[in-house]
């Protein structure tokens, strides 16, 4: 079989990332090591030793032609700055559109509007669990203490108001949540507004910076968020499969999400599982098929490449594969902190799409002709599609490389 056009696709098609965060510059406190590991704390002693590490080090220092050491790599970019390394791995990694989660916390992050200096198109994602947090830390005005509904007035409006200008300027694309953080995926549709408040006096008795991490409240948090999210339409992302320090993997199980799913209140909310839910991409595939009832519920591929191994990188995307229509199944580079990291989900990215779908042509899966669809499909079209992103990227190519307009006014920055 000749594959010298499928290669030809992968490698020239240009990338819609759904689901990446916020850039830092290089005085940021957020170590650079974590670009290559999830880790922290004594746990960083060992990160240099794993597959992945090994590999991404090469790859950066290949792409910047330096030494292949964290040290030779932190030296490249002190001497070529952040504007340089970024223009270097965004180049490469040929994103036409970004959409940020900038509800993840990193000293000195770079505003959403900055980022449009690399990638024509960047919209943005709102992480529920950090609105809710950010209106409990600003207290209500006239100093008198939260009750849940006075809270949830104010969530709810907050992110009503958003969306209002969701049409007005197309800045905000979905949300997403963490709840498999805080209190796993197993949420309570019939948690009541008692149980919330109790967990709202709970966290507020925790004191500031308030965290939101109480089961009630983070599934209350969670279904008044859908039933927003389905008003508009909007997409929901959800963490789901591995993830940093802190997370109990048993409850990021996406299977978990049944009685969600099942919910008819919410049988019109479109989800993505995020992460290929590694390790519980069967089940997420599961999930997205046709076996079940659940058409709402769409796949991304992000942090599972670059962060495992070329074999579980290829096995996890193959599992995904294995019932889920292709049309659901998105590529994203969970791009954090560091370009690099942009650079390394592309890359990889590419070279593990084409090698899924070269043995998918071998194994009689696919005729290469079809495989080239779904790269099309995987790359760009299906979070077209799916984050209605097709309007706002008309005329938006990285070939043209005209920055697209996007009105990103005081309430999409920081002040949420
Ligand atoms: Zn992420």
Known sequence: MDFSELRTVVEEVELVDGHAHN???????????????????????????SLSFKRNLKDIAELYGCESTLQGVEEYRRVNGIQSICSTCFKSARISTILIDDGFELDKKHYIEWHKNFSPLVGRILRVERVAEQILDEGLPDGSSWTLDSFIEVFVSKLKLLNINVTAAGEIYGFKSIAAYYSGLEINTNVTKNDAEEGLTQV???GKPVCVANKNLVDYIFLQSLEIAQFYDLPVQIHTGFGDKGLDMRLSNPLHLRAVLEDKRYSKCRFVLLHASYPFSREASYLASNKTVFLQVYLDFGLAIPKLSVHGMISSVKELLELAPLNKVMFSTDGYAFPETFYLGAKK????????????????????????????DMFARNALHFYKLSSANNDVSLSNNLPQKLNINSLVTNEL
């Open 204 to 206: 507020l008795a925790s």
């Open 23 to 49: 850039i830092v510059p290089l005085d940021s406190t957020f170590p650079f090591i974590r670009a290559f590991t999830g880790a922290s704390g004594d746990a960083l002693t060992f990160s240099p030793h």
């Open 349 to 376: 990215s590419r070279e593990v799409i084409f090698s899924v779908m070269r043995d998918a042509c071998i194994d009689g899966d696919l005729s290469i002709p079809e495989a080239v669809e779904v790269v099309h």
